[in-house]
């Protein structure tokens, strides 16, 4: 059972988890239906990737999926 979730995990999970445009708006879109105020914000305004590409470059998620 591991074997399998190990095999799948690692082709369905990115080992970098970036925000996308469309993963953003899906979140908005679900707050909006309690939540009026959410409907007008944009994913844009939500998105910093720069933590996650300076964690990417300094090596560290190579390390942690190196085996």
């Known amino acids: 059972m591991n074997t ?5 995990s690692q082709r369905l999970v990115p080992a970098v ?12 879109d679900h707050q ?3 939540r009026p105020e959410a ?3 944009k994913p844009i ?3 910093d ?4 590409k300076e964690i990417e470059e300094s090596g560290f ?7």
Do not use: S
Request: hydrophobic share 35%.
């Open 61 to 67: 998620i190579k390390k942690l999926y190196a085996n």
């Open 17 to 28: 988890p970036d925000p996308t445009t469309p993963g953003i708006q899906t979140i908005i």
């Open 39 to 41: 409907k007008g914000l």
């Open 49 to 52: 990737a720069l933590t996650l």
């Open 32 to 34: 909006a239906k309690t």
């Open 45 to 47: 305004d939500f998105i």
């Open 4 to 8: 399998t979730y190990d095999d799948y």
